[in-house]
Nanobody
Framework: QVQLVESGGGLVQAGGSLRLSCAASGRTFSTYAMGWFRQAAGKEREFVAGIRWSGGRTYYADSVKDRFTISRDNAENPVYLQMNRLKPEDTAVYYC?????????????????WGQGTQVTVSS
């Protein structure tokens, strides 16, 4: 089992920045990749960014490319999502997720573990 805890959400004005953190504990050695997803009110949960545990290759949704950065220092440190130039349409609950197996990084259904989510609200 892997436990994930997100933090860092909040209220920010459009154009501002936030950094989300995802702390992982448990059997993290079995992790293949981690991802950030978001779910706006009335919409489905969508992929935002992902990072392979080994090698650190990163992946982004087109809507956040060049504005958001996913990163981690090492296996003992959290995974971060640096969000810059935030827009009102970025408002959502942001979830951290972890997966054990290879596959499509952006596929929500292929993730095995989820955090409880953290609210991000961007005002115009």
């Amino acid at each position: 089992q892997v436990q994930l805890v997100e933090s860092g959400g909040g209220l920010v004005q459009a154009g501002g920045s936030l950094r989300l953190s995802c702390a992982a504990s448990g059997r993290t050695f079995s992790t293949y990749a981690m991802g950030w997803f978001r779910q706006a009110a009335g919409k489905e949960r969508e992929f935002v960014a992902g990072i392979r545990w080994s090698g650190g290759r990163t992946y982004y949704a087109d809507s956040v490319k060049d504005r958001f950065t996913i990163s981690r220092d090492n296996a003992e440190n959290p995974v971060y999502l640096q969000m810059n130039r935030l827009k009102p349409e970025d408002t959502a609950v942001y979830y951290c997720a972890a997966r054990r197996l290879m596959g499509t990084i952006s596929s929500r259904d292929e993730y095995d573990y989820w955090g409880q989510g953290t609210q991000v609200t961007v005002s115009s």
